[in-house]
T-cell receptor
Framework: DQQVKQNSPSLSVQEGRISILNCDYT??????FLWYKKYPAEGPTFLIS?????DKNEDGRFTVFLNKSAKHLSLHIVPSQPGDSAVYFC???????????FGTGTRLTIIP | NAGVTQTPKFQVLKTGQSMTLQCAQD?????MSWYRQDPGMGLRLIHY???????DQGEVPNGYNVSRSTTEDFPLRLLSAAPSQTSVYFC?????????????FGPGTRLTVT
C-alpha cells in the first residue's frame, strides 16, 4: 500500500528552466510533507517542507505547493542548476509522527 | 557535531552470515530509524525507536533485529543474511514528539550478500 507516490521515476530539464516534481498521497490524515534530496553515495538531506495549513512554501529557488483536495503536492525549482541533479523524495510523517513514509523518488537531471 | 554516523560504509557477506550495522548520533535526538533503499522502491522503513529501550517494526522488519540501549546508538542486526538483503541501508534521527519532523540521515552502508 503505497501511501505516498511519485509516478515519474525520472525527469530531464534544461539548465535555467523550471523543474516540477510531483507527489501524490492517499492518506488524508497526512498533515505535513517534506522533500528530501539525495546525491549518489550520500544520505538524503532535507530540502523544504509544508504544513497542511498552507498551500505554498518558498525557500529561495525552491517552492512547494500543496493541493489538499487533490491530495497532490509539487516541488518547483527555478531556475534549475546543474547541482540540482539528484534524486528527490517526498515524505509524510505518520499519524503518530514517529516515522516518515517516503515516495519512490524522482531522478532529476539538469542538462547544461 | 558529527550528526549521524554509520559504519561500515561497505560490506560483503555470504548467505547465512550475521552482522551488525552501527549507527550513532550526537544530537540528543529521541527518534531513530533504519531504512533500506532499493532501486524503484524508494526508502522503506525497517525498524524505528522513539527512545532508549523502545523499538517497533516498520514496513520491512523480517530478518532484522534492533535494540536501543542508549539515546545515541541504534544498531541494526542481520540475523542470517540473504541475497534479498542486498541494499543500501540508511540510519536517521530526529527530535522527539513536538519537535521538528525533519530527519537527519547518515551516509549509508552498502551491503552485498552473495
Amino acid at each position: 500500500d503505497q501511501q505516498v507516490k511519485q509516478n515519474s521515476p525520472s525527469l530531464s530539464v534544461q539548465e535555467g528552466r523550471i523543474s516540477i516534481l510531483n507527489c501524490d498521497y492517499t492518506n488524508s490524515m497526512f498533515d505535513y510533507f517534506l522533500w528530501y534530496k539525495k546525491y549518489p553515495a550520500e544520505g538524503p538531506t532535507f530540502l523544504i517542507s509544508i504544513s497542511s495549513i498552507k498551500d505554498k512554501n518558498e525557500d529561495g529557488r525552491f517552492t512547494v505547493f500543496l493541493n489538499k483536495s487533490a491530495k497532490h503536492l509539487s516541488l518547483h525549482i527555478v531556475p534549475s542548476q546543474p547541482g540540482d541533479s539528484a534524486v528527490y523524495f517526498c515524505a509524510a510523517p505518520s499519524f503518530g509522527n514517529e516515522k516518515l513514509t517516503f515516495g519512490t523518488g524522482t531522478r532529476l537531471t539538469i542538462i547544461p | 557535531n558529527a550528526g549521524v554516523t554509520q559504519t561500515p560504509k561497505f560490506q560483503v557477506l555470504k548467505t547465512g552470515q550475521s552482522m551488525t550495522l552501527q549507527c550513532a548520533q550526537d544530537m540528543n535526538h529521541e527518534y531513530m530509524s533504519w531504512y533500506r533503499q532499493d532501486p524503484g522502491m524508494g526508502l522503506r522503513l525497517i525498524h524505528y525507536s522513539v527512545g532508549a529501550g523502545i523499538t517497533d517494526q516498520g514496513e520491512v522488519p523480517n530478518g532484522y533485529n534492533v535494540s536501543r540501549s542508549t539515546t545515541e546508538d541504534f544498531p541494526l542486526r542481520l540475523l542470517s543474511a540473504a541475497p534479498s538483503q542486498t541494499s543500501v541501508y540508511f540510519c536517521a534521527s530526529r527530535q522527539g514528539q513536538g519537535g521538528s519532523y525533519e530527519q537527519y540521515f547518515g551516509p549509508g552502508t552498502r551491503l552485498t550478500v552473495t
